[in-house]
């Protein structure tokens, strides 16, 4: 907890045994010392965590990496950006190339995500087939359903077959006009950021609390203990409709319980 007085002199002001100090005097040390203990009493906080389009149905997001920052990550790029000595690169090129190669990514990324459940579905049915007497009144209809399921696997695998030509076709060109804007971006931020990593020392030390790193477990959440206050929690994850875009976490911890997911997520380009 932040305290206003110089260093030192809380020590000197709220010497108790002093017989110079006045009985309200003296219960208004009590008291800070009581709240400056409550401040730095640990407390337990749940991340849950569930990724856009990495899991069906938007389902918790096993082993999932986040940070507990005590400090507000977006604020300190905003300041570092603030002071930047040329201007921000325009991203209009770029962010329209990313937008035609979305296209045949997403088609055929769709298509391998359907082809993985449809095969899902017919490893288990060809066990159960494979258990069933030949002779028995439910063999017909769950071999029916497998031969199904497997002539629409034969037709996933041409139109994916098909997407991926389509991905390969567009990469070349998508990487050819993309590097030169991208690296016009990165020399933009090399420069803007310099000094990044030094600053965020000078705030962890000032504020004597040290970042929190923890994965989520099978279920998708994770249980961190902080002290004081305040505290975000960071995240990164890539896009699975999208090559050149991430999902971005910057929250604050204002309760026992903090999501990660689209709610409180950004989507954003990856220059």
Same mark, same amino acid.
């Given at each position: ?17 002093? !017989? ?19 401040? /730095? ?7 849950? +965590? ?11 997001? %096993?082993?999932?990496?986040?940070? %507990?920052?005590? @400090? /507000? ?16 690169? *325009? ?14 990514? $997403? %088609? ?9 459940? @449809?095969?899902? *579905? ?6 159960? #087939? ?30 994916? %077959? ?9 990469? !070349? ?6 590097? *030169? ?9 090399? *420069?803007? @950021? ?15 609390? #040290? ?22 929690? @960071? +995240?990164?994850?890539?896009?699975? $409709?999208? !090559? ?8 604050? #911890?204002?309760?026992?319980? #903090? ?7 950004? /989507?954003?380009?990856?220059?």
């Amino acid at each position: 907890m932040k305290r206003e007085s110089q260093p030192g002199s809380f020590g000197a002001s709220c010497h108790l045994s002093s !017989p110079a100090l006045e009985p309200p005097v003296t219960r208004w040390c009590i008291c800070l010392v009581l709240l400056t203990a409550a401040c /730095n009493q640990p407390r337990r906080v749940t991340v849950l +965590a569930s990724i856009p389009g990495l899991t069906p149905s938007a389902g918790p997001a %096993a082993g999932f990496a986040f940070v %507990a920052l005590p @400090y /507000n990550r977006d604020s300190l790029v905003a300041a570092f950006e603030g002071r930047a000595a040329t201007t921000r690169p *325009s991203t209009d090129a770029l962010d329209s190339l990313f937008a035609k190669y979305r296209a045949p990514f $997403a %088609a055929y990324t769709a298509l391998v995500a359907e082809a993985g459940r @449809y095969a899902d *579905s017919l490893s288990a049915l060809k066990q159960r #087939v494979d258990s069933m007497p030949r002779t028995g009144a439910e063999y017909a209809g769950a071999y029916g359903r497998w031969t199904g399921i497997r002539d629409t696997m034969r037709l996933l695998d041409a139109q994916t %077959a098909r997407a991926r030509a389509a991905l390969e076709a567009a990469r !070349p060109a998508f990487v050819a006009r993309s590097e *030169s804007l991208r690296t016009a971006i990165r020399n933009w931020q090399d *420069s803007t @950021y310099h000094g990044y990593d030094a600053a965020v020392d000078s705030l962890v030390r000032a504020r004597q609390r #040290v970042p929190v790193a923890d994965t989520t477990d099978a279920s998708g959440a994770a249980v961190i203990e902080l002290r004081g206050n305040p505290w975000w929690i @960071y +995240a990164r994850s890539w896009d699975p $409709a999208d !090559p050149n875009a991430e999902w971005y976490w910057n929250v604050p #911890v204002t309760s026992d319980t #903090v999501r990660l997911d689209a709610t409180t997520a950004r /989507n954003r380009p990856r220059y």
